[in-house]
């Protein structure tokens, strides 16, 4: 059984950071893609960051782009989201998700693989 758990959201005031982990069992991710994905209130699930597993291709949301940055460590199992200069916008619940293929996507339907989520909380 694959899981994905995420950790590290919480409430942090805007401008400060937080760095969000994805732990993966049940499965090695070696050479599939994952990505961050979150969602608002009221809102559909939107693309944040994804990568690569095996390789260094990043891709991120243009909203995103330059304040975060996705990370893993292969021999963890672990994906990380470094997130700087959060706003009052960056409010969601923020999903890990494992894809089986190996090109890392924006669209959702193409990961088979998603964690609970974890609260991101930015005040003004």
């Known amino acids: 059984q694959v899981q994905l758990v995420e950790s590290g959201g919480g409430l942090v005031q805007a401008g400060g950071s937080l760095r969000l982990s994805c732990a993966a069992s049940g499965r090695t991710f070696s050479s599939t893609a994952m990505g961050w994905f979150r969602q608002a209130p009221g809102q559909e699930r939107e693309f944040v960051a994804a990568?690569?597993?095996?390789?260094?291709?990043?891709i991120y949301a243009d909203s995103v782009k330059g304040r975060f940055t996705i990370s893993r460590d292969n021999a963890k199992n672990t994906l990380y989201l470094q997130m700087n200069s959060l706003k009052p916008e960056d409010t969601a619940v923020y999903y890990c998700?494992?894809?089986?293929?190996?090109?890392?996507?924006?669209?959702?339907?193409?990961?088979?693989?998603w964690g609970q989520g974890t609260q991101v909380t930015v005040s003004s």
């Open positions: 998700a494992a894809d089986s293929g190996v090109v890392p996507s924006r669209d959702p339907a193409h990961y088979d693989y």
């Open positions: 990568l690569s597993w095996s390789g260094p291709r990043t």
